[in-house]
């Protein structure tokens, strides 16, 4: 980083570090928590998101970045780049300790995702990819299916379509960003959300892991998926081909 100005990070190693570092930070202050099912100060809200929201803070506003928090908004810092991060995305698994929710965190430049970071908080899996460098679990490459038939696939959902989808089966999990990072690994052939109902920290890091796993993104209605609203909120959708991707009725986000 330069000592004085606006930061700045040499590498995009250097921002995976960091992201990695945040997601450890979240990870600790939850191995301890014992207030799951608490509120927070907002109806949405649970006192595990505040808690997560906490230490990642301390983490990035330390080295000076700015951020976009679901749980805080935006936060100014000292660099160009902005960290996108949901603290706990899957809070109501959380709640519940159904065992399926986690840290996402992204950095996005004006060339848009640079480096994605998505850590599983109830097993420990590790999904990172960074711009044009492809996309890993636990250190592994992966890669999605070839699956291009809707009748043949599988697709997580995050509620209930308006329109019958005529897919070989359905899961909704809860989690976006685990459920993109599924399909960037293989284990789902697509994701939907046909009630555009999330926010960019949702899906931003995980629509760059399905880039570089070789998956295809895309809106509901075509709309430019990364940007720093914090009000605004899309239907985010992800399939293993394009073939795969216009049966579930979606345009196929442009490359940045």
Request: glycine share 10%; proline share 4%; with cysteine.
């Amino acid at each position: 980083m330069s000592s004085a100005g606006t930061v700045k990070w040499v590498t995009s190693d250097d921002w995976l570090e960091l992201l990695e570092q945040t997601a450890k930070a979240v990870e600790t202050s939850l191995k301890t928590f014992q207030r799951w099912s608490e509120g927070g100060d907002r109806p949405d809200q649970y006192a595990l998101d505040q808690v997560a929201d906490s230490a990642a803070l301390a983490v990035l506003t330390t080295a000076k970045a700015t951020v976009l928090s679901e749980e805080s908004g935006l936060v100014q810092g000292e660099t160009n780049e902005v960290v996108i991060i949901d603290p706990v995305d899957g809070s109501t698994n959380a709640s519940r300790r159904i065992p399926h929710y986690c840290t996402s965190l992204c950095v996005v430049d004006d060339q848009g995702p640079l480096a994605g970071l998505v850590l599983n908080l109830a097993n420990g899996e590790l999904f990172h990819a960074v711009r044009d460098q492809g996309a890993f679990l636990d250190g592994e490459e992966i890669q999605p299916t070839q699956c291009t038939q809707l009748g043949e696939a599988i697709i997580g959902i995050a509620g209930n379509p308006p329109n019958p989808i005529a897919a070989r089966q359905f899961r909704a999990f809860g989690a976006a960003a685990l459920d993109l990072c599924s399909v960037a690994a293989g284990r789902l052939d697509g994701y939907l959300d046909p009630l555009a109902h999330h926010g960019v920290w949702d899906y931003v890091a995980g629509l760059l892991i399905c880039r570089e796993a070789g998956a295809v993104v895309g809106e509901l209605e075509g709309r430019e998926l990364v940007h720093l609203d914090h009000t605004r909120r899309l239907g985010p959708a992800a399939a293993s081909t394009p073939q795969l991707l216009k049966q579930l009725g979606v345009v196929q986000a442009l490359d940045r």
